[in-house]
């Protein structure tokens, strides 16, 4: 039985890494894509609209590290790589799904506050 305290400012910090993971608009748009099933880099880069060469490959390395992605390279010519999600990225499709739907469904209420606001602020 462990007697070490958790310490509140460390709890935060990781759960700040995890939401700036997760909250990240490619990150969301890549585990939407690999949900369904193994993809190649340029399927990724085909199927994300206005995402770089770059970016891409900078999410996946950060959703490898975070072992939600995992990068299958196949001894052919020319060599093949394929990115899917592990059991820990397909568990986060679940909460993206349901933020979506919330999203989708509380769009027109946050744009009519957001009119309101603005037009306070003006």
């Known amino acids: 039985m462990s007697t070490e305290v958790a310490n509140p400012r460390d ?13 990240d ?8 894509h690999l949900s369904e ?3 190649r880099f340029n399927g ?11 970016m891409l490959t900078l999410t996946l390395r950060g959703l490898q590290r975070d072992g939600l992605v995992r990068r299958t390279q ?3 010519i020319p060599p093949r790589v394929d990115y899917e999600l592990t059991d820990l990225g397909l568990s ?3 909460p993206l799904s349901m ?3 919330w999203a989708s469904a509380e769009r ?3 744009e009519a506050a957001q009119r309101v606001y603005d037009g306070e602020t003006a």
């Open 92 to 94: 986060l499709t679940g």
């Open 108 to 110: 027109s209420s946050i």
């Open 37 to 39: 099933g193994p993809q």
């Open 25 to 32: 608009k490619w990150t969301v748009m890549v585990v939407g």
């Open 11 to 23: 709890d935060c910090r990781a759960l700040g890494q995890v939401i700036d993971r997760i909250g």
């Open 74 to 76: 196949f001894p052919t």
């Open 44 to 54: 990724l880069m085909r199927a994300i609209p206005g995402i770089s060469h770059r």
């Open 99 to 101: 933020l979506a739907r």
